[in-house]
């Protein structure tokens, strides 16, 4: 009797896709921007051939082989050049594996590196479209502490250092209401905290912002002596920054702030001075705001961001001007390359900040520091996921006294993952993105883990800007690209 002898089931053919990823051209060359990498590669004319082999589906391996020969390559050479591709997370992969990629979650006792001491809660201005004290605010600091203490201070201080192992450096990062109301304070955490931490063996910096209404003589030799950064939130030439920056009596504070900011900029000479602009209804001329703040005023940079809004107030921006403040970032983001391709630096920061991400290679699994390496102290010590959500109730995080509330640290966290927002993963910016602040997605959609909609195509387009600047400079100017690394610490 013979014996029946099954045949083994034969093995699924390799089939070749490929992976998730942005196409882009500059300078007369071919990219492609992988999204599960975060990384940007020039194609050469093997890799653009493959790609658009594969742009009608996928091809098994002798079909890419002998497609890849038809176009004039040698089978060893089509051999090679699949296997380069496929050593490349993201450009070419195998069917065979296809479960998608995506950021890691950072560990649940992630170290510290900043936080952000608000070191009160009161302000001089009653600016309308505050995020802290308008018609959107979360904040409920009625009854709570108005000032910070020296002793919730130095806890603070001490809370930053237990909380950072490993770190070599860490920031703290003075906030309000208005800052400067507190400086006395300011300039005593200033010491001690570089007394502590000289004593943790780490160094430490520091930065403020400010509306600049209280800046004396005396101050901004301070604040140049021991290298604080500086970030003013301006809104432009006077008639802008009127309209919504004003006093409580709704007297405008561009006169106050015009003779002390000149001061500032010409002694405060350790540090950039930065100015951060609120755009709303009303303040969308970008390109004459910056060239305003930059080379009237003397800013070494100069950023931009809409106003944080439910989407019901009057000083949101329609769908047109957002449009209109695309258009003019666009055109600001080509002189920030004329520039650059000159060497030159630009002070437009939010090409800077873009550029610097994509040179890392980021690929977030959150949209920023909150909660992760970086925590909000309000002036009684509570602790928040960032300076935003200080003095709201319903997102404290613990105290500088007894800690981190480990629970609603994750549960913050776990929310607001890139992985968990079902809009982000068809988006090939999410690298980038991950959805957006969470305090702008608590303010319109009650959510902080909700996907800030409003802004994805915005974000799309301008990432693609971005890249395109990046792409033209690593064709056409590489050393600036080095160089703007080392500045910005990137390498």
Known sequence: MNAIVEAAPRAPAVRYRTGELHEFDAAGQNFVYLVAAGAIFMLDEGAYAVIRRLDDGALEHHQLVAALMENGYSHEDAMDLIRELLAVQGIVTDQRDMAASGPVSPPADFPLQALVLNITNQCNLACTYCYEFGSDKI??????QKFMTLETAKMSVDFLLAQSPGRKAVHITFFGGETLMNFRLLRDVVFHASEQAAAHGKAITFSLTTNATLLTDEIIAFLSEHEIGVTVSMDGPPDLQDRHRVYKNGKGSYDVIEPRLRKLIAAHRTRAITARVT???GVTD?????????DELGFHEVGFAPVTNSGKQDYAINAVDMDEVLRAFNELANEWLEDALQGKTHGFSNVSETIGELFRGVNKSHPCGAGLGLLGV???????PC??????????????RNGIDAARRVDFLARGHVGTKYDCQSCWARPLCAGGCHHEAFVRYGDTGHANLH??????EWTDTCLRIYG????KNPEFLDRFAVRKGLS
Do not use: E, Q
């Open 139 to 144: 904040a409920t600091p009625h009854g709570k």
């Open 279 to 281: 755009l709303s209804d």
């Open 286 to 294: 970008v390109r004459r705001i910056y060239h305003h703040l930059k």
């Open 378 to 384: 309000s002036a009684s010590g509570d602790l928040s």
């Open 387 to 400: 300076h935003r959500f200080t003095d709201a109730d319903t997102h404290t995080l613990g105290n500088v």
């Open 455 to 460: 802004y994805c195509d915005w974000i799309r």
């Open 472 to 475: 033209v400079l690593a064709v």
